[in-house]
T-cell receptor
Framework: EAGVAQSPRYKIIEKRQSVAFWCNPI?????LYWYQQILGQGPKLLIQFQNNGVVDDSQLPKDRFSAERLKGVDSTLKIQPAKLEDSAVYLC??????????FGPGTRLTVT | GDSVTQMEGPVTLSEEAFLTINCTYT??????LFWYVQYPGEGLQLLLK?????DKGSNKGFEATYRKETTSFHLEKGSVQVSDSAVYFCALSDSTGFQKLVFGTGTRLLVSP
């Protein structure tokens, strides 16, 4: 069974530029999560989807971050414009049963 | 809000030593508790979990017991190997039904031969 796929794996941009990350969850997983992991910290949930709908985006900085999950499968997370403090690893996870989240390898973003 | 506190690392051990990584939590209700592991260059993997008080999660020689009275979920292993070198994250999932995970800051384990 294929795992959670993410791309790109690495991205370097200048501040005020925009960037997008892509996630393909495990087939059949209805729930998809985006986490932000800043160096030296644990992952922090940004947004959670159940199929197409958003169930939690309370910690998403909505003035610059946006996310969508078209057709309840793939998802994209966008940052526009990026700030220096957005440098982090962005993790995508998916789950089918309660409490079993499977994580992708992450996208490491560096904002200069 | 809910939170998880882990001991700071790095934890440096020799092969075959006993490992303990402390984890305590603050939560309303009855959370589920997890340990995730992140090996170098890889994504987070679920190591073990416990869903109610006094449950013991175990996997790959690692164990952790859900202690409601001390709000703790300490990770232990009797004899570590070099291949156990990784970052370990304690996490909780609240009981509201949306399975949101709240993570600790992670503890890096370095095992030398």
């Amino acid at each position: 069974e294929a795992g959670v796929a993410q791309s790109p794996r690495y991205k370097i941009i200048e501040k005020r530029q925009s960037v997008a990350f892509w996630c393909n969850p495990i087939s059949g997983h209805a729930t998809l999560y985006w986490y932000q992991q800043i160096l030296g910290q644990g992952p922090k949930l940004l947004i959670q989807f159940q199929n197409n709908g958003v169930v939690d985006d309370s910690q998403l900085p909505k003035d610059r971050f946006s996310a969508e999950r078209l057709k309840g499968v793939d998802s994209t997370l966008k940052i526009q414009p990026a700030k220096l403090e957005d440098s982090a690893v962005y993790l995508c996870a998916s789950s089918f049963q309660a409490y079993e989240q499977y994580f992708g390898p992450g996208t490491r973003l560096t904002v200069t | 809000g809910d939170s998880v506190t882990q001991m700071e690392g790095p934890v440096t051990l020799s092969e075959e030593a006993f490992l303990t990584i402390n984890c305590t939590y603050t939560a309303t209700g009855y959370p589920s508790l997890f340990w995730y592991v992140q090996y170098p260059g890889e994504g987070l993997q679920l190591l073990l979990k416990a869903t109610k008080a006094d449950d013991k999660g175990s996997n790959k020689g690692f164990e952790a017991t859900y202690r409601k009275e001390t709000t703790s979920f300490h990770l232990e292993k009797g004899s570590v190997q070099v291949s156990d070198s990784a970052v370990y994250f304690c996490a909780l999932s609240d009981s509201t039904g949306f399975q949101k995970l709240v993570f600790g800051t992670g503890t890096r384990l370095l095992v030398s031969p």
